[in-house]
C-alpha cells in the first residue's frame, strides 16, 4: 500500500500571495488531518476532514482552508501569505476506528 | 484543556546507555496517550500507544513506555540507545474533540 504523499514537496511564496498544498491519503482511509510544524511550537493542528466534511478544526485564522474530494484526496489552502506561515505542513490519515496516525513527508513552505 | 508538556528541548546519552525521554500530560478523563518519531526529513511515525491496560507499553524500535496515573506522566524509554535513534521524538494526547494534541518535541541525540 502507498503512503501518504505530499505535494509539492518545497514551496516558496512571498507575502500576499495564496497557496494550495494537496495531501493523498493511504488507500481506503476517509480521515485526513492537517499540522502546521515549527521549531519551538511542535505540531500544531489544523483541521481534520472525513468524507468530504470537516470534523474538527483548530485555533488557526480563516485564511486557512481546507477541503476533502469523494477519492478522500485534500487540499489546504492559504490566502494572504504571511511570514509567520514560514512552516512544514504536515498530512496524516487515519483508517476508520484507528488509532494510528500515518503521516506524508510534508510540505515546506517557505514565504518570503 | 487537554495537554502534554515535554520538559526537555533536547536530551544527549551515549550510545548503549539507557534513554529517558519526557512527558507530561492534563487531562480530564482517562488519557489516550502516544508517541511519534520524526526522522530528519520526513513526516513523523508511530511509536506506541497507552489506551488502558499494562502501564508499560511496548513499541517499535525497541522503546516502551511507562503510564504513571499518579505524577500524570507518560516516559518514553529504550534500555539500549542506538546512533540511529537519534531524531525528534513527540508526546501527543487525544483530546475531547479527538484531535491529536502533540507537544512541542524533544531531540534525543546519541553520540557513538
Known amino acids: 500500500k502507498a503512503g501518504v504523499t505530499q505535494t509539492p514537496r518545497y514551496l516558496i511564496k512571498t507575502r500576499g500571495q495564496q497557496v494550495t498544498l494537496s495531501c493523498s491519503p493511504i488507500s481506503g482511509h476517509r480521515s485526513v488531518s492537517w499540522y502546521q510544524q515549527t521549531p519551538g511550537q511542535g505540531l500544531q493542528f489544523l483541521f481534520e476532514y472525513f468524507s468530504e466534511t470537516q470534523r474538527n478544526k483548530g485555533n488557526f485564522p480563516g485564511r486557512f482552508s481546507g477541503r476533502q474530494f469523494s477519492n478522500s484526496r485534500s487540499e489546504m489552502n492559504v490566502s494572504t501569505l504571511e511570514l509567520g506561515d514560514s512552516a512544514l505542513y504536515l498530512c496524516?490519515?487515519?483508517?476508520?476506528?484507528?488509532?494510528?496516525?500515518?503521516f506524508g513527508s510534508g510540505t515546506q513552505l517557505s514565504v518570503l | 484543556a487537554q495537554s502534554v508538556a515535554q520538559p526537555e528541548d533536547q536530551v544527549n546519552v551515549a550510545e548503549g546507555n539507557p534513554l529517558t525521554v519526557k512527558c507530561t500530560y492534563s487531562?480530564?478523563?482517562?488519557?489516550?496517550l502516544f508517541w511519534y518519531v520524526q526522522y530528519p526529513n520526513r513526516g513523523l511515525q508511530f511509536l506506541l500507544k497507552y489506551i488502558t491496560g499494562d502501564n508499560l507499553v511496548k513499541g517499535s524500535y525497541g522503546f516502551e513506555a511507562e503510564f504513571n496515573k499518579s505524577q500524570t506522566s507518560f516516559h518514553l524509554k529504550k534500555p539500549s540507545a542506538l546512533v540511529s535513534d537519534s531524531a525528534l521524538y513527540f508526546c501527543?494526547?487525544?483530546?475531547?474533540?479527538?484531535?491529536?494534541?502533540f507537544g512541542t518535541g524533544t531531540r534525543l541525540q546519541v553520540f557513538p
Open positions: 487531562v480530564s478523563g482517562n488519557p489516550y
Open positions: 496524516a490519515s487515519v483508517a476508520d476506528n484507528g488509532e494510528k496516525l500515518f
Open positions: 501527543a494526547v487525544r483530546d475531547r474533540t479527538d484531535k491529536l494534541i
